[in-house]
Nanobody
């Protein structure tokens, strides 16, 4: 199983970025796909999640109304559209997967760096 995140970069505050996570190695139809982030010196933080089967999303409070998670079933990808970026969004962003009946994420990608300058 592989989760390969990409799309990070350096942008100015107010800009947008789209992250992608290519997933391979198994079917994730019974899984919840999530994005998490970790800033230097801080705990890892939940960003967003979506069930692969029905696309129902959930968001962490800091990103509600600005980020959108989606599943591209045809391409086996998990997408995160990030708008109105703020310096506090700066972090390494990880995609992850958990079986929908459990709370623990068991598959993790390698992370992609997002840096937002003020």
């Amino acid at each position: 199983v592989q989760l390969q995140a990409s799309g990070g970069g350096l942008v100015q505050a107010g800009a947008s970025l789209n992250l992608s996570c290519a997933v391979t190695g198994r079917s994730f139809s019974d899984y919840v796909m999530g994005w998490h982030r970790q800033a230097p010196g801080k705990e890892r933080e939940f960003v967003a999640s979506s069930r692969w089967s029905n696309g129902i999303p959930a968001y962490g409070n800091p990103v509600k109304g600005r980020f959108t998670i989606s599943i591209d079933d045809a391409k086996n990808m998990v997408l995160l559209q990030m708008n109105s970026l703020k310096p506090e969004d700066t972090a390494v962003y990880y995609c992850a997967a958990r079986y929908q009946r459990y709370s623990e994420y068991i598959y993790w990608g390698q992370g992609t760096q997002v840096t937002v300058s003020s």
